[in-house]
């Protein structure tokens, strides 16, 4: 069974630009969070989306936003980069439906550097 | 909202030693509590997890207790390999929610 995909892997923007970044969950998983991680901040929740809605969203400023589509892929875009934007951005599925926690299955990140 | 502290930040042991990383937490009602282990780069993965309803689980040569009245939780490695060293987070859920909030990360170094 294939693991969570994220693309691109590594990506350099300027400051001002913005960025879609992709994430294919485990084969079956509806659950799919992002989740920023800096050295500083450590692992900072940002969305998670399940069946295409958006059911809890983290304390980040409006030009984060993202989506899932009907396949359970999902994308999250920042506009307006800053510096501070600079982090690993790393997605997880899960299996577990409503109402509870379970396993997250990371992927391998995109790595954002804002210059 | 849930927060999770993490301790210690940086921990260094013999190799065939134990480590013991502590976490704590601040809402009484999470009942689910995940370690993750990353390597370099990589993303997280989950190595245990305990629930609420027991005080202690094990594989192999990890270990996680939990005392819920104090709520704080510990991951122990007994016998540690080279293969351990790592970066390991804790993590708890915010209620209800596919949402985990994690600790700041220890970074394990096991010295051969």
């Known amino acids: 069974k294939a693991g969570v995909t994220q693309t691109p892997r590594y990506l350099i923007k300027t400051r001002g630009q913005q960025v879609t970044l992709s994430c294919s969950p485990i084969s079956g998983h509806r659950s799919v969070s992002w989740y920023q991680q800096t050295p500083g901040q450590g692992l900072q929740f940002l969305f998670e989306y399940f069946s295409e809605t958006q059911r809890n969203k983290g304390n980040f400023p409006g030009r984060f936003s993202g989506r899932q589509f009907s396949n359970s892929r999902s994308e999250m875009n920042v506009s307006t980069l800053e510096l501070g934007d600079s982090a690993l951005y790393l997605c997880?599925?899960?299996?577990?439906?409503?109402?509870?926690?379970?396993?997250?299955?990371f992927g391998e990140g995109s790595r954002l550097t804002v210059l | 909202g849930e927060n999770v502290e993490q301790h210690p930040s940086t921990l260094s042991v013999q190799e065939g030693d134990s480590a013991v990383i502590k976490c704590t937490y601040s809402d009484s009602a999470s009942n689910y509590f995940p370690w993750y282990k990353q390597e370099l780069g990589k993303g997280p993965q989950l190595i245990i997890d305990?629930?609420?309803?027991?005080g202690e689980k094990k594989d192999q040569r990890i270990a996680v207790t939990l005392n819920k009245t104090a709520k704080h939780f510990s991951l122990h490695i007994t016998e540690t390999q080279p293969e351990d060293s790592a970066v390991y987070f804790c993590a708890a859920p915010l209620q209800g929610a596919q949402k985990l909030v994690f600790g700041q990360g220890t970074r394990l170094t096991i010295n051969p």
């Open positions: 305990i629930r609420s309803n027991v």
């Open positions: 997880a599925s899960s299996s577990v439906t409503s109402g509870s926690t379970g396993e997250l299955f």
